[in-house]
């Protein structure tokens, strides 16, 4: 188990700019989401996967973002045109487990990545 | 809509003081609990969770949960706790069967020497 991977670390760019994060999950793990955080608040959610289906995107969530993951392995999250609200933490999180592998839905929980910090100037 | 609230946002205590930290959910259906830690410096992990059965549940370093249905809540407890246990805390919840995950805002808990 090497951890969810988020690259990268922090990310500084100009107003208009387009971004993208990449996020590796647990490889094991079926499941993949992403967050976002700002200062004083809880995760909130934007999208999540299972294997290469998006299933789930957030109302909220602005046609400037968008999500993928091609492959069911490691997903990318890009924000077009950015805007100073944009800035925040972006978490990746992955649970579950790959198909044919014994588990029970009670043993899922999320395992978090360090983020993408990003300051849009 | 699926909502989380922890209408503490920060506490302060001293060591070896208990702790309850409150948490409220607004869902339609069966639910599943959570509550998550973040100590300085480190990702989010899960402390404890709730699926069904005993409605109290232990989680680790001593922590402890309850699930009240009437009440729509799921407060997190410690009976004394400890420097180390200085971190913000999210309450979390899902609808059974699904895996879209909703978190609270968060408590910051600061644990004084």
């Known amino acids: 188990d090497t951890g969810v991977s988020q690259d990268p670390r922090h990310k500084i760019t100009k107003r208009g700019q387009n971004v993208t994060f990449r996020c590796d999950p647990i490889?094991?793990?079926?499941?993949l989401y992403w967050y976002r955080q700002t200062l004083g608040q809880g995760p909130e959610f934007l999208t999540y996967?299972?294997?290469?289906?998006?299933?789930?995107k957030s109302r909220l969530l602005s046609d400037r973002f968008s999500a993928e993951r091609p492959k069911g392995s490691f997903s990318t999250l890009e924000i077009q045109r950015t805007e100073q609200g944009d800035s925040a933490m972006y978490l990746c999180?992955?649970?579950?487990?790959?198909?044919?592998?014994?588990?029970?839905?009670?043993?899922?929980?999320?395992?978090f990545g360090s983020g993408t910090q990003l300051s849009v100037l | 809509a699926q909502s989380v609230s922890q209408h503490n946002h920060h506490v302060i205590l001293s060591e070896a003081a208990s702790l309850e930290l409150g948490c409220n959910y607004s869902?339609?259906?069966?639910?599943?609990l959570f509550w998550y830690v973040q100590y300085p410096g480190q990702h989010l992990q899960l402390l404890l969770k709730?699926?069904?059965?005993?409605?109290l549940v232990k989680g680790i370093k001593g922590f402890e949960a309850e699930f009240i249905k009437s009440k729509f809540s799921f407060n997190l407890r410690k009976p004394s706790v400890q420097w180390s246990d200085t971190a913000e805390y999210f309450c979390?919840?899902?609808?059974?069967?699904?895996?879209?995950?909703?978190f609270g805002t968060g408590t910051r808990l600061k644990v004084l020497a």
């Open positions: 999180a992955s649970s579950g487990w790959k198909q044919g592998a014994p588990v029970k839905s009670t043993n899922e929980k999320l395992f």
């Open positions: 490889s094991e793990h079926n499941r």
């Open positions: 996967f299972q294997n290469e289906a998006q299933l789930e």
């Open positions: 869902y339609g259906g069966t639910v599943n």
């Open positions: 709730y699926f069904s059965g005993d409605p």
């Open positions: 979390a919840a899902s609808n059974s069967g699904t895996y879209k995950y909703i």
